[in-house]
């Protein structure tokens, strides 16, 4: 089981949330959470798309901002 199998299972309202909230794939919000957990906070990231976004930690926040708005991602 992989690293972003794990995050999936442990994480899937957030996931959901950055997903919707960034209009990105599935796949794309669990590589930013993947990335925010093996580099933590950092201003260079692997995935360009990230980076155009603020990088991990931006795309995280933002997400739980809005996951407290929407009912939906609780």
Do not use: K
Not at 19 to 40: K, L, N, P, Q
Not at 47 to 66: E, F, N, S, V
């Amino acid at each position: 089981m992989t690293l972003g199998d794990q995050l999936q299972n442990r994480y899937p309202r957030i996931i959901c949330s950055v997903a919707r909230v960034h209009r990105m794939s599935e796949d794309a919000a669990v590589t930013a959470i993947v990335e925010y957990t093996v580099f933590g906070i950092t201003d260079d990231t692997m995935d360009p798309q990230l980076a155009a976004l603020g990088g991990p930690l931006a795309i995280l926040q933002a997400a739980i901002r809005q996951r407290n708005l929407h009912p939906i991602d609780r």
